[in-house]
């Protein structure tokens, strides 16, 4: 049976963007180890011989000509519609640089 | 006023001068009031947009469009514009779309009168509805039990005669387990049959669009308005099936399908089905799909994943709130997503599901093509409606509900479910028939046949 420790939650938590409470840990961990646990079946499965499967109707490269389609245009304003949190008609994000000291 | 339950009737009163949309819009919105607040099926009621569209075609007086006079209610996952669109989840509780999804904007050039948005598991993240941020769904035909998810408010809104077709989407069964648990009819469409363009993705090589309504005809009708090449969602491409006039159908049984842990009333019903197709001349063979029994598993594997990729963009800053806002199923499955694509399991998970996944595809179409059946037949899941809490608790054995909905998405193929009877608790009964891709005409033609040996009448819980 697969167990997931708790630095392995922590650690697939961060790389989620997600902040998890003490309880979420404690509910999730076992949750999580039962469900990975059960998955796991699939390594009894000879698949030596197969590819991979990611597209179901056998597409590849689907293309179409770039050109602007003016009805699916949004003004700055419907852009910018969906949070409070702008600055000068500009979305405003995290800092990502820090000052140097 | 009796609302009718099917788009002829409607139609047909609509023509005749029985009654006006307006006076539809009234008996809906009646009922709206009457139950809503009890069952939680909406989660927003757009009356005024359907008093408007109502008055503007009595106006007129037509009603030739396909879907003329046709109240609709979309699963709260497709993106209205200037209409709240939650997805079930409290992240985007006040999100106001810019655009409507391909779908929606079909639907309503074909006639159609929006009456509102309808509760769903989070981000379709369910199979009961229990996971909605906004509460549980009740199924109108027994309010103790689930009404099947994720599009629980798009059963439940037919079975309570509150609409008369509906959306959902359907990633693994969340189409056809409400049809199912609702005693309706539903098609989860060939992959790239419909455009997804404006619903909130969930597992991009799994997500379907497909309507709910409480006939095959119906069921058509909006698959007929809805399909086709949009140039905004790659994968859809305007394939014909086969539609020639069988004079004789082939359906496949698949024996992984009829084993331990299937509900003996459930398997007792689609018994009963197959006699009534044999005595029709279809003709029954069984067949074998050995890797399926591994379907969920690659399921929960390859599903999560794309989860945590789809769900990446929702951080706050373009629109909805912050990810903390996120329900625990959500949290769930990012996570989940995460560690199957981490590095050192990547091989060992996400690589060796989607092997699995070309397995199930390479059986599943050598008993098309070999076996020559235009049709498998199975159960929608391996129970009839489970109580609310039932499974709530234990993740993995919500997850087992969708064991026999996985083949259809994993292979890409269309699935139509339709009611077959009752249980001895007066709970709905059904099955599922699924297809070559794009064989959704032979599917309707197959349950038809069905439908008509029967007498099927249309039912709604009250």
Known sequence: ?101 | MNTPLTIKETQDGLKQKKFSAVELVDAYLAQIKKYNKEYNIFLTVTEDLAYAKAKELDKIGKFDEPLSGVTIAYKDIFLTKDIRTTAGSKILESYVPVYSATSVKKIENAGAIPIGKLNCDAFAHGSSGENSDFGATLNPWDKDYIPGGSSSGSGAVLSANMSLISTGTDTCGSIRLPANYNYLVSLKPTYGAVSRYGVIAMASSLDTVGPLARTIEDVETIFNVIKGEDGFDGTVVNKKGDESKKSKFKIGIPREFFIEGLDSEIEKNIQEVINVYKKENVEFVDVSLPSTKYGISVYYIIQPAEVSSNLGRFDGIRYGNDRDFLGEEAKRRIMLGSYVLSAGFYDSYYDKAMRVRSKIISEVDQVFMKDEVDALIAPVAPTPPFKLGEKINDPLSMYLTDVYAATANLCGIPSLALPSGFTKNNLPLGFQLMGPRFSEHQLFELGKLYHKEIDYKPKTAF
């Open chain 1, 1 to 101: 049976m697969t167990k997931l420790t708790k630095k392995e939650v922590l650690h697939v938590a961060k790389l989620s963007n997600l902040t998890l409470t003490d309880a979420e840990i404690k509910k999730f961990t076992p949750q999580l180890s039962k469900i990975v646990g059960f998955v796991g079946q699939l390594s009894e499965v000879d698949t030596n011989s197969v590819e991979p499967t990611n597209q179901t109707t056998g597409l590849t490269n689907v293309f179409r000509e770039d050109k602007v389609i003016s009805e699916n245009i949004l003004t700055q304003g419907q852009a910018l519609s969906g949070t409070d949190n702008t600055y000068n008609g500009l979305f405003k994000v995290p800092a990502v640089l820090e000052n140097r000291t």
